[in-house]
């Protein structure tokens, strides 16, 4: 996400550059935008991964067994373990799969000449469609993952952190007088995590993007004040609305 210009000195502008190096120093997989909608798996190990998404949301993790998940994607036992040591190793290989497509469409949306507020709407925006389009993806992304493994839940951690890099660098230049500290913005982030945690396990998932308004407000007022984030709120009504027309 683009900052402002600054005059105070601070880091320079973020290039696509820039984020390719976040996400790298996260190790996190490299961006896909080629997966079908909704999300369609053409080889095994693809069904397995969809497979494994599937189950976590209506079982959970700890529920989940390898049966379950041989049965919904159509495979044997013998297959599962030619691809997969354990379970765990098949979740972290879906939360790998989960985030390329999030780093993607964070990438595609990404650019150094748009203003900070409008790179945050816009990856907000597109961020929600993601997640619209992956129910089963969403909920074993955000409230599986989290409580599923060490390696599910750095996979998470590191996700999140790249998009709290990207969202800190309001801090660059805020309207604020006060210098704005870092721990705003993971306040701002975690809020709107909660936010969308919420409409997920409420069954509203398909309904995400009506939230950009929401989520535009509570990233970005700690960085522009409430007067100029309720504006960027309001202009993320009126992309709601026009995608309604």
């Known amino acids: 996400m683009s900052p402002p210009s600054s005059a105070k000195g601070g880091p320079p502008p973020a290039s696509s550059t820039d984020l390719d190096g ?34 976590c949301a209506k079982k959970g993790y700890g529920a989940a067994t390898i049966r379950d998940i041989c049965d919904a994607a159509g495979v044997s036992r ?34 150094p000449d748009k203003p900070w507020a409008t790179m945050v709407r816009d990856a907000a925006a597109a961020f929600l469609d993601l997640l619209a389009s992956r129910p089963t993806f969403a909920r074993m992304a955000l409230v599986e993952a989290p409580s599923s493994g060490e390696r599910a839940f750095e996979l998470y951690a590191s996700g999140k952190r790249v998009l ?42 398909a309904r995400l993007p009506e939230l950009l308004p929401d989520i535009v407000y509570i990233t970005t007022v700690p960085y522009l004040g409430q007067e100029e984030a309720l504006r960027q709120s309001r202009e993320a009504e009126k992309l709601i609305s026009a995608a309604d027309d």
């Open 22 to 55: 976040l996400i790298e120093q996260e190790r996190l997989p490299a961006g896909r935008q080629d997966l079908a909608e909704p999300l369609i798996a053409h080889s095994q190990r693809e069904r397995i991964l969809t497979a494994m998404a599937q189950i």
């Open 164 to 205: 709290q890099s990207l969202l800190d660098r309001g801090r660059e230049d805020p309207v604020e007088e006060e210098a704005i500290p870092s721990s705003a913005g993971r306040a701002a982030l975690a809020a709107a995590e909660s936010l969308i945690v919420g409409q997920i396990l409420a069954g509203n998932t």
């Open 78 to 111: 013998a297959t599962f373990y030619e691809l997969f040591k354990d379970k765990e190793d098949c979740f972290h290989a879906a939360m790998e799969l989960s985030l390329a497509d999030a780093m993607g469409r964070i990438v595609a949306v990404y650019s």
